[in-house]
């Protein structure tokens, strides 16, 4: 079995407790309007071009197979492409890039080995994020399970979008999960993600039930999830049962992902104050990180 993997992240220090190597997978099933990892939606390969980088040589077009190159990258068929990473390994000022590549789970810990000390001497250790990593769940329980048998902690980064069950045969393995709520509406929620979030509210309960250890996430933009009632409703939502919440607010990142990816998503929202990231805070009956 193999998983699909976007990037590795070693030394990260924002996605759980301690020094972390935090592993993107590929492919999402929802459709958030602010994205920032727009590389990761696409479940399979895909080609990333960055014409800051192009010096328009032409030696991609001249080494595609496929003819999914136009001369000197003036177009590119992406229904042509077929990810081999020819013209990637061609070209000369890195400007291509291939998001997606296999890697099996004794791969992974043969990297997550060497970072073994780090992790025992920060209390760290390995996250699996996205995209949605529970889109790979078969995946992501054997490398959990290898990583219990050597000692190394594990964090799930989700949005919750997926069969309960599939948690369920997570939630030994699993010592933390990051949990996203993206906004406490469902109609709000589906218009800016795509998806209603009933199922997604669902699952987190049944986390929280099952006595899960579970840290809550929110994007915080504002004029669409920001209002004090609507987080006023997260937090009566919550209780005081997660072991944490963090609002993140709003950055923009992720607009320049979207165009090496070839996504014309260049919307924009507005990052709330500070002050105001503070008056929400105090909305929670938990512990709560700006």
């Known amino acids: 079995m193999t998983g699909n993997i976007v990037q590795i992240q070693r030394f990260s220090t924002q996605d759980g407790p301690g020094i972390r190597t935090t592993i993107f997978f590929k492919g999402c099933n929802l459709r958030c309007a602010w994205c920032h990892n727009p590389e990761t939606i696409d479940p399979k390969p895909s080609l990333g071009f960055f014409p800051d980088r192009c010096v328009g040589c032409g030696l991609c077009s001249q080494a595609c197979p496929e003819n999914a190159i136009g001369p000197h990258r003036q177009s590119f068929s992406p229904e042509k492409c077929r990810c081999c990473g020819i013209c990637v390994q061609t070209c000369p000022e890195n400007a291509l890039s291939l998001f997606g590549e296999k890697k099996t789970v004794g791969e992974l810990m043969a990297l997550l080995l060497r970072d073994r000390r780090y992790f025992d001497n920060s209390g760290g250790g390995v996250t699996a994020s996205g995209g949605e990593p529970m889109?790979?769940?078969?995946?992501?329980?054997?490398?959990?399970?290898?990583?219990?048998?050597?000692?190394?902690?594990?964090?799930?980064?989700?949005?919750?979008?997926?069969?309960?069950?599939?948690?369920?045969?997570?939630?030994?393995?699993?010592?933390?999960?990051?949990?996203?709520?993206?906004?406490?509406?469902?109609?709000?929620?589906r218009e800016y993600t795509g998806v209603g979030n009933a199922r997604i509210q669902q699952n987190l309960k049944q986390l929280l039930d099952r006595g899960a250890a579970v840290e809550i996430r929110i994007?915080?933009?504002?004029?669409?999830?920001?209002?004090?009632?609507?987080?006023?409703?997260?937090?009566?939502?919550?209780?005081?049962?997660?072991?944490?919440v963090k609002l993140l607010p709003y950055h923009t990142l992720g607009l320049e992902k979207h165009l090496i990816v070839g996504q014309n998503n260049t919307r924009k929202f507005q990052t709330p104050e500070k002050e105001h990231l503070q008056e929400l805070a105090k909305l929670f009956a938990c512990p709560v990180e700006i």
């Open 135 to 189: 889109l790979q769940w078969e995946f992501i329980r054997e490398l959990f399970a290898a990583c219990r048998q050597n000692g190394i902690s594990t964090a799930l980064d989700t949005a919750g979008n997926v069969p309960f069950a599939h948690y369920e045969a997570l939630l030994p393995l699993t010592d933390l999960f990051l949990f996203d709520m993206k906004i406490y509406d469902d109609a709000k929620h």
């Open 219 to 244: 994007p915080v933009l504002a004029g669409v999830n920001d209002s004090p009632e609507d987080m006023k409703k997260t937090a009566v939502l919550l209780g005081n049962a997660p072991k944490k």
